[in-house]
């Protein structure tokens, strides 16, 4: 073959290719378009996590599913730092640490409040008109949930969303500062900053409902904990339950005092034993350590975490009385299996995969710690576990019967989390009005003291004589939870009824927590509540799983069985 032969049939070939060639360029430009049309990589963690990234007919939802999954991965890293920020972090990391913090809460607010979320969010809901057949359950509750988290932030600028999850921080600390120093000359200009944050936050939440009745603002800061609440409902629940418990505190306090005194612990109880006692508890309840942990600090109890990482931090043990930490240790771990039972296989990330909010929570925790865990069958599987962990061999203080009466003393006390769980109630009501008060411009930071007194003398008949053991005893205002503490008493009410429903479905609890056993009610409240996320609002989910609407009723019925039985 010449090499002009040559050059002609390579170009021959050549030209044989082109109509391939044409056909490649064309799937290269379309390729291309949909590398541009995708908004952020799509580099799943999990290939596994099949809901999250299953191909919906919506190519708007399948893009806010992206961009949710993102906000979720920077919620999970400030999880991270703030975990971090507690447990093991220099003290030198200090400020650059609060700068990485309120950074990032800045950048997820700016991911979620924004005009193409909200674009994303109408086109994905005209679509779920147009073609319903294509949304299943899961994802129409998946579209709902994101709706309702850009809309309870999407008129909050940025700057003020930064400083809130800075003061957040600083107030941790600032509060164990001022805490130890009884000092409320510190404290109070803080919480000045602080109630001028918050109601600025809650202007900027009311300014879309056009409702400026004058707790308003504080209605729209209890929606960040319990979604949706309406304030002149939570109102009616608690004067029900104010009433009925104002009747029967007193019966109470007649019937225990006809029973003897309880023997007061006697320590040491040394800190590692009460670790390895909690740890073994939290192990019993189904707590599983691969994906948490369980920490103690100098800072008061804190739940929280993701479904893949949940480290529970509670406070430093009390050498004299291992029931604290151990209570501690029940609630968190309450709020930890909540939490690590979530959907995270399916829609780790997506709004439908989180929980409920605060209320239902605190039901969580209320219904390990209060409810199951002040049974005297659970104490009559802990005493002679700890009678033999600390060696108190023949103390009459470490008996079943002896640490019930304990746990279940009622006795208005200065201090929220010592309270019993009759009395515990008036603690919630009183933060609770003088919270509203503050947001509502009602109340001064400056008369705090003097009204926190006030109120507990009229609700509890005693008052304190030191900050510390009044206005400057809870963390929650220190780190902008104003409109958390109601989620405490719906939460008792939520984990009452459910554990009324729970016993008609498990008849054997008595022997299950006399036994330790505790697999068959974790597995229970894993598929009734935990598995369920947030494909139900609160409402709905409790008149799945019990048939009725939020009643005090249960709560009320289950306090006066525990502490008007006969002696
Ligand atoms: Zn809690």
Redesign the pocket.
């Known amino acids: 073959m010449s090499p002009k032969q040559s050059y002609w049939s390579r170009v021959k070939n050549w030209a044989s290719t082109l109509p391939y060639l044409g056909k490649a360029f064309g799937a290269i430009k379309t390729a291309g378009a949909e590398l541009l049309r995708l908004p952020p990589p799509r580099a799943p963690d999990d290939v596994a996590n099949t809901k999250q990234y299953e191909e919906h007919k919506s190519k708007s939802y399948m893009d806010l599913k992206m961009a949710f999954r993102d906000i979720g991965r920077m919620n999970a890293i400030v999880e991270t730092l703030g975990r971090d920020f507690l447990t093991a972090m220099p003290e030198g990391a200090y400020v650059s640490r609060l700068g990485q913090i309120a950074f990032l809460f800045r950048r997820m607010h700016e991911e979620l409040a924004n005009e193409n979320i909200a674009n994303l969010i109408n086109e994905a809901q005209d679509h779920q008109k147009k073609d319903p057949g294509n949304w299943e359950v899961w994802d129409k509750a998946n579209l709902r949930e994101m709706e309702t988290m850009y809309r309870h932030v999407s008129h909050v600028p940025p700057d003020l969303m930064e400083r809130k999850a800075r003061l957040a921080y600083e107030g941790r600390r600032k509060h164990r500062d001022v805490l130890k120093c009884d000092d409320w000359d510190e404290a109070r200009p803080f919480l000045e900053d602080m109630v001028d944050l918050q109601r600025r936050i809650a202007d900027a939440k009311i300014l879309k409902d056009n409702d400026h009745a004058t707790d308003a603002p504080y209605q729209a800061l209890l929606r960040e904990y319990v979604p949706g609440a309406r304030l002149t409902e939570v109102d009616a629940l608690f004067d029900r339950l104010e009433t009925k418990l104002k009747e029967i505190l007193p019966w109470v306090l007649d019937e225990q005092a006809k029973r003897p005194e309880p023997q007061p612990l006697i320590g040491p109880f040394p800190a590692a034993q009460q670790m390895w006692l909690n740890k073994s508890l939290l192990k019993v309840m189904g707590f599983d350590f691969t994906r948490g942990g369980l920490y103690e600090t100098g800072h008061n109890p804190v ?1 929280g975490g993701t479904p893949d990482d949940t480290r529970l931090v509670i406070k430093t043990s009390d050498a004299g009385n291992f029931l604290d930490s151990m209570k501690s240790a029940l ?1 968190e771990g309450g ?1 930890g299996i909540y939490i690590q039972g979530l959907p995270r296989e399916t829609w780790r990330y997506q709004p439908v995969g989180q929980d409920l909010g605060a209320a239902m ?2 039901s969580q ?1 209320l219904l390990i710690e209060m409810i199951l865990g002040r049974t005297k069958e659970f104490y009559r599987y802990l005493a002679p576990r700890v009678e033999g962990l600390f060696q108190k061999f023949g103390d009459p203080a470490m008996t079943a019967d002896n640490i019930y009466r304990l746990k279940t003393r009622v006795k208005p006390t200065l201090d929220r989390k010592s309270a019993d769980e009759v009395t515990y109630f008036f603690h919630i009501r009183h933060r609770m009005r003088l919270e509203r008060d503050m947001i509502a411009g009602r109340l001064k930071v400056k008369d705090l003291p003097e009204a926190w007194n006030a109120g507990m003398k009229e609700l509890l008949g005693i008052e304190p004589t030191t900050h510390a053991q009044g206005c400057l005893q809870d963390v929650h205002w220190f780190v902008g939870k104003f409109g958390y503490f109601p989620a405490y008493t719906l939460g008792h009410m939520i984990a009452a009824q459910i554990h009324d429903k729970m016993k008609r479905e498990i008849q054997n609890i008595p022997e299950l927590m006399a036994s330790g056993d505790f697999m068959p009610i974790q597995q229970w409240l894993a598929a009734k509540v935990y598995s369920q996320g947030r494909l139900f609002r609160t409402d709905d989910l409790l008149m799945e799983v019990t048939g009725s609407k939020l009643t005090p009723g249960p709560l009320i019925n289950h306090l006066q069985d525990r502490y008007l039985e006969a002696a």
Do not use: V
């Open positions: 739940e609630h709020h929570q605190e925790a």
